[in-house]
């Protein structure tokens, strides 16, 4: 729940060095609402780490804004996404527009980020039609090479609402 300053940033990633790390991944809550992501990145490449993110994409909508990350050295993205209907995606992000802004992030990082792949949490609303859903991000985005299928951990928000952890048959 807290957000790191840029300095306790550079303080943790200087400890993951001595640990013999070489390679940070942002992830969150959603790291794209810090707003030292991108000086985060720079600072990463400066001493030569790779940077993955983990994010839902929805800022990503903005192109300048996914553009200023690519720039600051943003290697790889793993983008979230639910459903291939906006009424399920909308549903579980609690936010009304989301389809389309992380439909529109997935573009803009196919355009400018080195490496795009895809996650989708198995839910109580998609786990009975995955294959629709991949069927339909590769007919749209038919350059992502990888995607990922995760089980629901059913803690934090997801304790508070029991009924999006499917049942397992």
Not at 72 to 78: A, K
Not at 85 to 103: A, R
Not at 127 to 136: Q, W
Request: net charge negative; hydrophobic share 35%.
């Amino acid at each position: 729940d807290d957000e790191l300053n840029f300095e306790e940033a550079k303080k943790q990633i200087g400890d993951y060095i001595k640990e013999g790390v070489n390679e940070i991944i942002f992830s969150g809550g959603e790291p794209t609402l810090n707003e030292n992501l991108p000086d985060l990145i720079r600072y990463c490449k400066s001493i030569d780490m790779k940077c993955r993110m983990i994010t839902n994409a929805q800022k990503l909508a903005n192109l300048d804004y996914t553009k200023k990350l690519s720039q600051s050295g943003l290697d790889h993205v793993m983008i979230s996404i639910y459903s291939h209907k906006k009424e399920v995606e909308e549903k579980l992000t609690k936010t009304e527009g989301s389809f389309e802004k992380t439909l529109e992030g997935i573009k803009n990082a196919l355009t400018c980020i080195p490496t795009v792949n895809i996650n989708i949490t198995i839910n109580s609303l998609n786990a009975t039609n995955l294959d629709e859903i991949i069927k339909f991000l590769v007919k749209r985005f038919p350059k992502i090479p990888h995607y990922v299928f995760n089980n629901l951990d059913p803690t934090g928000t997801a304790l508070e609402n029991l009924w999006v952890v499917p049942r397992l048959r």
